[in-house]
């Protein structure tokens, strides 16, 4: 069974963590490393894999990464290419590195990693935590069919997995890497204006994500069917309670916004690109 190694078991590595465990991916096939004996201590007992620090073991991501036949690398976009420096001599040369960070292209990963290595540049969300999320994935130069299929697989058990030219990572970004973030902001001031309108702070968070999970699940269930635009329309009746709430969104152009947030989502990845090439 293939060995996986999560270099910066964070948010994001967690959250595929997670999946690849509740999809049946063995705990003892995976080994995770963290910078502090404390985060590593805290990662361990949360997902029960064996966890290296860095703190403590100079050669924590070295030696993880030696084991394994697929290495996840879950750290900050600005610590990608030293990482890969620092496993380039420990990777066996058919190893695939997959990043999930933004910004991080994979011609940058290839040039710090010795000739050859197999590396997928990826996009998740982290409701992969839950099995519910969208991951982007792109190949390197030097990726098999079979290879690109593996970490299709591993991924695939957690959300739909979408194969991409990098090229269309950063779109991908700006509607599903930071677009749970658009979903919990929703959430925050639907429920903060039913505590406004007198509700229990408690009931007004159980509407809101209650709401936001049953319209997600019928979006993912009527797709090819009625799009989003229609079931906003059925739900709004002429001259009723919707209408007023859509006309006061139109009236304030919170569609414009939102095409805005999520084009200025993957704006900021082209630009950490651009910062990280120095
Ligand atoms: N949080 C999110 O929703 C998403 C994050 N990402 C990407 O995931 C990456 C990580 O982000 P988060 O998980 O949010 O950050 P995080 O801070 O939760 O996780 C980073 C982890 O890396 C560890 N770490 C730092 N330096 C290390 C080193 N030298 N060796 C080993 N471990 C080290 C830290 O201890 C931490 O556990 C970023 O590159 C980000 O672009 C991608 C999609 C979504
Ligand atoms: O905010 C970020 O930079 C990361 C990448 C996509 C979602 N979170």
Do not use: W
């Not at 404390?38 to 703190?55: C, F, T």
């Not at 099995?131 to 079979?146: I, K, P, T, Y």
Request: hydrophobic share 45%.
């Amino acid at each position: 069974m293939t060995k996986i190694a999560m270099l910066g078991l964070g948010s994001m590595n967690g959250a595929i963590l997670a999946g690849l465990l509740g999809s049946g991916v063995p705990a003892e096939n995976v080994i995770g490393t963290a910078r502090s004996a404390e985060s590593a201590q805290k990662r361990s007992e949360q997902y029960g894999v064996p966890m290296v620090a860095e703190e403590h073991d100079g050669a924590a991501n070295t030696t993880a990464a030696a084991q394994a036949d697929v290495v996840f690398l879950g750290v900050k976009p600005h610590q990608i290419v030293d990482l890969c420096r620092e496993i380039k001599d420990a990777l066996k040369p058919e190893t695939v590195v997959v990043s999930v960070a933004a910004a991080v292209t994979i011609d940058m990963m290839e040039s710090a990693l010795a000739e050859g290595q197999p590396v997928i540049r990826t996009m998740p969300n982290t409701p992969m935590s839950v099995g519910e999320g969208v991951v982007g994935l792109a190949a390197g130069s030097h990726v098999s069919q079979e290879q690109t299929q593996t970490v299709a697989e591993l991924l695939g058990a957690s959300g739909s997995v979408h194969v991409l030219t990098e090229d269309q990572i950063d779109a991908l970004t700006g509607v599903a890497g930071s677009g749970p973030a658009y979903a919990f902001y929703l959430a925050e001031h639907m429920a903060a204006a039913g505590v406004e309108m007198g509700l229990d702070p408690q009931i007004a968070a159980d509407l809101a994500a209650q709401t936001l999970y049953g319209a997600g699940k019928m979006l993912v269930e009527n797709r090819g069917q009625n799009d989003a635009a229609q079931l906003r329309r059925n739900v709004t009746s002429p001259n009723g309670t919707t209408q007023k709430a859509i006309e006061t969104f139109d009236a304030a152009d919170m569609d414009a916004t939102i095409r805005a947030g999520a084009k200025a989502s993957s704006s900021r990845a082209a630009e950490i690109t651009h910062q990280l090439r120095g």
